[in-house]
């Protein structure tokens, strides 16, 4: 059953029908295919991605003036969730496209912004999001990637890890070192997708999300005008901060497409199987246990609007946005976990999609920030609060 949501627009209620219209006849075709060939062979759903950015759903939080879709997060998450909840690989994907237009549209320049976001926005175009490193995850300021003036211009070189969508991408929004002083010593650059010298390594052999193509991207003394740097010079770890906030809502929103997914397969199978003459699902220790699976999605849902909201009404949200993130994505681990323990055997094959649910739940307490970087940001947050000091 879709999920229950109560929107706050009209135009959110039909941007949530749109979406799931999409899901039904261009993603769920099609996702079994995909993710099982993507497991074995370079496959990337780029057709997809252009299907929803021709529905105006790779935009959604930007400005119309500006390419974008002018919608709340509150609107934005739910969409993503009900991609998510069709294919998880594209919900991660409408996610991290989002999140390399935040620093333009936040820190950019007016002209700026004129000049990349229209592309950035217009739904043909795909970002990537280029900021860890083999040797700096969490700890941004290790990074040794290093953009040098050349003339008016920058030349960057170095390595980038985990990049989603590399070598797939129209651009990649680079962090870079432009100096020495540590945390204070990176600065931001869009790199333009075809630029001379980028080149990409072999992609990862990970356990799930097979559709969402991830491996290092690999800077050889590539040029990008100086007209492509974002924001002031030193800034980017602040921005990369920032922009993680609202990356973290998407994972959270990601997470509890997963779970939703889940929980619906878990529900029409406990309804269907029968045992001893009767459904399984009026057994009462099952029946307790897909309650305890809604109560969890529901909750989670229920966090990342909480953040959503914050954000939308322009408070700070990055306490919220953490709590979201752990919330939703332990909640999508049990849930996915659960959910195979009510199909029994049936559900530790490939017959029924529970186990690929439960193979791609598992990396979302890790990216965006691991599980325990979110109990650390969060910690902060309350102890800062409550002492008023950050």
């Known amino acids: 059953m879709p999920a229950t949501r109560l929107m706050p627009t009209e135009i959110g209620d039909d941007l949530i029908e749109l979406t799931r219209s999409i899901c039904d006849k261009s993603l769920r075709p099609q996702v079994d295919e995909v993710e099982a060939r993507a497991a074995t062979e370079e496959v990337f759903p780029r057709e997809v991605f252009r299907t929803l950015g021709r529905a105006g759903l790779l935009s959604l939080p930007y400005p119309e003036e500006l390419g974008g879709g002018c919608q709340p997060y509150e609107i934005y998450l739910q969409v993503v969730e009900e991609i998510a909840s069709a294919w998880g690989a594209v919900g991660v994907g409408v996610s991290v496209h989002s999140l390399t237009a935040y620093a333009v549209h936040t820190f950019g320049t007016r002209a700026q912004q004129e000049a990349l976001l229209p592309d950035m926005l217009s739904g043909e175009t795909l970002g990537a999001y280029a900021l860890s490193e083999p040797l700096a995850g969490s700890d941004i300021g290790a ?5 040098a003036q050349d003339g008016e211009d920058w030349r960057i070189r170095g390595r980038k890890a985990w990049i989603s969508h590399a070598g797939h991408a129209d651009y990649y929004t680079t962090f870079a070192r432009t100096s020495d002083d540590g945390g204070r010593g990176v600065s931001c650059f869009v790199v333009p997708g075809d630029a001379a010298g980028l080149s990409y390594g072999a992609p990862e052999k990970k356990m799930g999300l097979h559709g969402d193509t991830v491996r290092e991207v690999i800077y050889d003394d590539v040029a990008v005008s100086d007209d492509r740097q974002i924001g002031d010079l030193g800034r980017g770890v602040p921005m990369a901060l920032a922009g993680l906030d609202a990356g973290r809502l998407g994972i959270a929103a990601v997470a509890t ?3 939703q997914a889940a929980l619906d397969v878990a529900a029409k199978y406990a309804n269907e199987r029968e045992q001893f003459g009767r459904p399984i699902a009026s057994n009462q220790g099952l029946a307790f246990l897909l309650a305890d699976m809604e109560a969890a999605v529901t909750s989670a849902r229920a966090t ?22 752990l919330i939703a994505t332990d909640a999508s681990m049990r849930v996915t976990t659960d959910a195979i323990q009510v199909l029994g055997g049936a559900g530790y094959t490939q017959d029924f999609p529970v186990e690929r649910y439960f193979r791609e739940a598992k990396v979302t307490q890790i990216f965006e920030g691991t599980n325990q970087i979110q109990r650390l940001v969060i910690s902060r947050h309350l102890l800062a609060d409550l002492t008023g000091r950050r």
């Open 304 to 325: 990342y609007l909480h953040a959503a909201r914050m954000r939308d009404a322009g408070r700070p949200y990055g306490k919220e946005a953490a709590v979201a993130k």
């Open 143 to 147: 990074m040794t990637t290093r953009a």
């Open 257 to 259: 497409g997963l779970a």
